[in-house]
């Protein structure tokens, strides 16, 4: 009989801890299925793989990713990621970050490796909060979205209106590739590991930097329950945040 | 061996390049900038990497990133900088990554002033960042010594698994000395001798041989044994790594006790004054972690000594040391400036002449 799926050999057997309806566990397997295929296709060799770990719900990935692996300062994992690059450059090194780690504390690190055109990939997941902190006002918050540091909603002449990381890394020279995907159906699941694999490609064949984001679902912190939460997603955020590439240049 | 003239931050940079440091992470900041700057054309020579990263904060991360892969690895930075580097030199002690930092230090607080200064002894030895952790802290007294203890620096990070801290004053990296470089040290990353660094793990290998470079460790057990694993280097460490510098003690009624340039001021002193006959010397540390406690009580016990004189160029960070290490045991005076103005020969003088005489 021949076998028509497994799980991949990228993740380890380590039970998640994330929420239910969290959209991590979805995430994970799609950057590790697409670094097993480069694998099996014989365009990268099995432990040339490094992958960093951020603050945040993802803390723990280093025990998810089976590869070698960093577990990073809130906000430093693109520096981390230079390192480990520079120190071992026939590697493929991915950051997985979320947004208050990457689009707050850790904006200058993202920007000058995009700047840079650091040959590594970010994987940017946003669910709009602070998830492992317990459901902060993140700068990804939508305005009017309530949360435990603005509980009459996000005000947007007293914070600001939330950031589009996207857009903004597409404006700077060094990035070679950026696109945002969700993961709320199958057909967009199908769409985020095409971004997720083709920049990791890029990075074998020594492009610039990629970034792929990906839109979450926050069911805990966000007070609903998975389906809502999708829901939620589709309604609020997509519109602020719409899917789509941001810039190719492997494209032009 | 020939001698040759060079400048002390020059000089050390190529002393971590023989060494086998092929990886710099850095940023500008007077008054080291000549490291990166020489490491920027060096590097590319012996097939390295200098990289000048958007911020002191960023360079440290970089070192964890490239240290992470058991590589070679060595940031520098002086004073605020250092200070900006704090987080990851904690996360680098945490995660038992071997490398070398270098702070040139200058006067504070805040932007302080650029001319040398010993403010960085507490930052240094005494913490700097969160949590139990301890640097290898070596502090040099002249640019010989600083290329000295470069070539034997990385061997002590790597056996101990601890970043190793260069305290230096910019007096040492901005003046010129005549030195004597030793040769290229032949280094290449072992993985057999690193089984915990990233370098090239794959599924199917055993899984405790996986690289994973971290400083988390959430349930209070483990990070308890972790912490108990950090402490047992420290433990080696104080054991075996204390070294300091006995000037003219044997017979001496007052002993000095100063580190990096200042104790040079001092030796000219003591000379000056041992012609006159009066029986003064110093006690120079070296390591600055782990301190030589021991050793410095037993040569300010002898029944002769009649007191003991710290000088800095600080507010007396190293005096708790000195202190420490005496318990009581004899008078202790404290002579220093702030601001970055080092003591002169005649201020050092009259201090050591008031403890001869029992002023």
Same mark, same amino acid.
């Given at each position: 009989m021949s076998v028509v799926f497994?799980?991949?050999? %990228?993740?380890?057997?380590?039970?998640?801890?994330?929420?239910?309806?969290?959209?991590?566990?979805?995430?994970?397997? %799609?950057? +590790?299925?697409?670094?097993?295929? %480069?694998?099996?296709?014989?365009? %990268?060799? +099995?432990?040339n793989v490094m992958g960093v770990a951020p603050v945040g719900c993802s803390v723990f990935a280093y025990d998810y990713f089976n590869c070698d692996m960093y577990e990073a300062a809130h906000g430093r994992a693109p520096a981390v990621a230079t390192g480990a690059k520079r120190a071992r450059p026939g590697t493929l090194v991915f950051t997985y970050q979320g947004d208050g780690d990457l689009a707050s504390i850790g904006t200058a690190e993202i920007v000058h490796a995009a700047h840079r055109g650091e040959k590594i990939v970010t994987i940017f997941v946003n669910n709009a909060i602070y998830g492992m902190t317990g459901g902060q006002m993140a700068p990804t918050t939508l305005v009017g979205q309530k949360t435990t540091t603005s509980p009459y909603g996000r005000d947007e002449a007293w914070c600001g209106a939330p950031i589009k990381v996207s857009e903004m890394l597409s404006e700077v020279p060094g990035a070679y590739y950026i696109e945002r995907c969700a993961v709320n159906n199958n057909a967009n699941i199908l769409k985020t590991k095409k971004a997720i694999k083709k920049a990791f490609e890029y990075q074998l064949n020594g492009k610039g930097f990629c970034l792929i984001e990906v839109l979450s679902t926050c069911p805990t912190n966000w007070g609903l329950n998975p389906i809502e939460a999708m829901k939620w997603l589709e309604d609020n955020m997509i519109p602020y945040y719409p899917l789509g590439v941001k810039k190719d240049k492997g494209a032009e | 061996m020939a001698l040759t003239l060079m400048k002390g931050s020059e000089a050390i940079a190529?002393?971590?390049?023989? &060494?086998? &440091?092929?990886?710099?992470?850095?940023?500008?900041? =007077?008054?080291? =900038?000549?490291?990166?700057?020489?490491?920027?054309?060096?590097?590319?020579?012996?097939?390295?990497?200098?990289?000048?990263?958007?911020s002191e904060v960023a360079a440290i991360n970089m070192v964890y990133g490239a240290a992470g892969t058991g590589a070679r690895v060595i940031t520098s930075s002086s004073s605020p900088g250092v200070s900006l580097k704090q987080e990851g030199i904690s996360y680098c002690a945490g995660a038992q990554l071997p490398c070398v930092i270098l702070n040139v230090m200058r006067g504070g607080p805040g932007l302080g002033n650029i001319q040398a200064s010993q403010g960085d002894y507490f930052q240094g030895v005494k913490g700097g960042g969160n949590g139990d952790y301890h640097l290898l802290t070596y502090a040099p007294s002249s640019v010989q010594e600083a290329i000295d203890i470069m070539m034997f620096a990385f061997d002590k990070a790597e056996k101990y698994r601890m970043p190793v801290l260069f305290l230096a004053d910019g007096i040492i990296a901005q003046m010129m000395e005549p030195v004597e470089m030793p040769e290229m040290v032949d280094f290449k990353v072992d993985p057999e001798k690193k089984p915990w660094a990233c370098t090239g793990w794959k599924p199917g290998d055993d899984p405790a041989k996986r690289g994973v470079i971290n400083s988390i460790y959430i349930d209070t057990e483990s990070l308890t044994v972790h912490n108990a694993e950090l402490q047992k280097s420290y433990k080696a460490a104080r054991e075996n790594e204390q070294m300091w510098e006995c000037y003219k003690t044997d017979d001496a009624e007052v002993v000095v006790t100063a580190f990096g340039t200042v104790a040079r001021v001092v030796k000219s002193v003591i000379d000056e004054l041992r012609e006159e006959g009066v029986k003064v010397g110093l006690f120079r540390p070296i390591t600055v972690w782990p301190f030589p406690y021991d050793a410095l009580r037993e040569t300010v016990m002898k029944p002769q000594v009649k007191g003991v004189l710290d000088v800095e160029v600080n507010e007396g960070q190293m005096l708790e040391d000195v202190k420490l290490a005496i318990e009581g045991g004899k008078p202790v005076s404290f002579f220093g400036h702030l601001g970055s103005q080092f003591p002169t020969t005649d201020e050092i003088r009259g201090e050591i002449l008031k403890i001869k005489e029992g002023k």
């Open positions: 497994e799980k991949t050999k %990228l993740l380890t057997d380590k039970q998640f801890h994330y929420c239910p309806g969290c959209n991590h566990g979805i995430i994970h397997r %799609l950057v +590790a299925e697409s670094i097993d295929e %480069l694998i099996q296709e014989g365009k %990268l060799e +099995a432990g | 190529e002393a971590a390049i023989r &060494a086998g &440091a092929r990886f710099f992470f850095g940023y500008p900041i =007077t008054p080291q =900038t000549e490291i990166p700057e020489y490491m920027s054309a060096r590097m590319p020579e012996v097939g390295g990497c200098f990289l000048q990263a958007e």
